[in-house]
């Protein structure tokens, strides 16, 4: 028999970001001050298999959170571009931004795949959030590229200024990839930024061992230069963690409830 959910009902929730646009997302409301930011990965969005099973692990331990679609993803508005880091971190910044001016704090941000790398690179820029949670973030943001566009893409794009990205099976079109937003996603230093994040900002680190998009060394190479950071290794796992959904889950709400114990000690 399912235990009731101690949430009340789902809340949406429109966001304005800088530029105007709406952001779309989910309040999972638990009367709690602490509220935890979920950010999805590449074309994905708030209603992910992945973020959905960790927004209600969340609810079940009483923890309040928000999922919402970064612009140009899922039902926010804008249009979708391959890098857009930038532009994410600042949508993020917009999200915490609403949520400190409801007098809510914000506990941790998790991100999932590109998600994971937007939470480090805001930890980077901002160093207001204590508690950050990269799930299969991509070190190398050179990594990956030709997989996706081909090896000539360099080339290719210098010419055209643009590729059209079309889906491998019914090759209709996917999206298209900018010269912009390629080399904002090239010319993206991981390891700079986290050079960067704040010595009293607690990240944490989980990465599959069998990640078919992003190799678990990207995981290790996190390790070695963030430095209060903890690393978990799922044995099995791959990219969207299909077939460890409970154990991700525990693994995250876990490292939430301590911290959120440390931060009660701290101040009571």
């Known amino acids: 028999m399912a235990s009731q959910n101690p949430c009340s009902e789902k809340q949406r929730v429109i966001i304005p970001n ?14 709690t001050t602490n509220i935890i930011i979920l950010c999805h990965g590449f074309r994905c969005s708030k209603d992910s298999s992945l973020i959905l099973n960790l927004a209600v692990a969340l ?17 926010s508005e804008g249009s979708f571009q391959f890098g857009n880091y930038g532009a994410e971190v600042d949508d993020l910044h917009d999200v915490i931004q609403h949520f400190r001016e409801s007098n809510r704090v914000i506990s941790a941000i998790i991100g999932h795949s590109k998600g ?17 949670i990269n799930l299969s973030g991509r070190y190398n943001l050179k990594d990956g590229i030709e997989e996706r566009l081909g090896k000539d893409y360099l080339e290719r794009i210098r010419k055209d200024s643009f590729i059209d990205v079309k889906k491998k099976r019914s090759a209709s079109f996917e999206f298209r990839v900018t010269e912009e937003s390629l080399m904002e996603r090239i010319s993206t230093n991981m390891h700079e930024a986290c050079l960067r994040i704040d010595k009293e900002c607690r990240v944490l680190t989980i990465h599959g061992t069998s990640d078919e998009i992003i190799p678990v060394e ?16 799922v044995e099995g796992a791959d990219h969207g963690y299909t077939n460890h959904q409970d154990e ?14 440390q931060d009660n000690c701290t101040t009571s």
């Open 218 to 233: 990207d995981a290790h190479e996190f390790a070695k230069i963030i430095p209060n950071h903890k690393l978990y290794i």
């Open 59 to 75: 609810e079940n331990a009483r923890i309040s959170c928000f999922r919402f679609d970064f612009s140009g993803n899922g039902e």
């Open 18 to 31: 800088k530029h105007g646009q709406k952001l779309v997302g989910i309040l999972h409301e638990c009367g």
């Open 248 to 261: 991700l889950a525990s693994l995250v709400v876990n490292f939430i409830k301590e911290i959120l114990q």
């Open 116 to 132: 994971g790398d937007v939470v480090l690179l805001y930890a980077s820029k901002y160093h207001g959030i204590k508690t950050v």
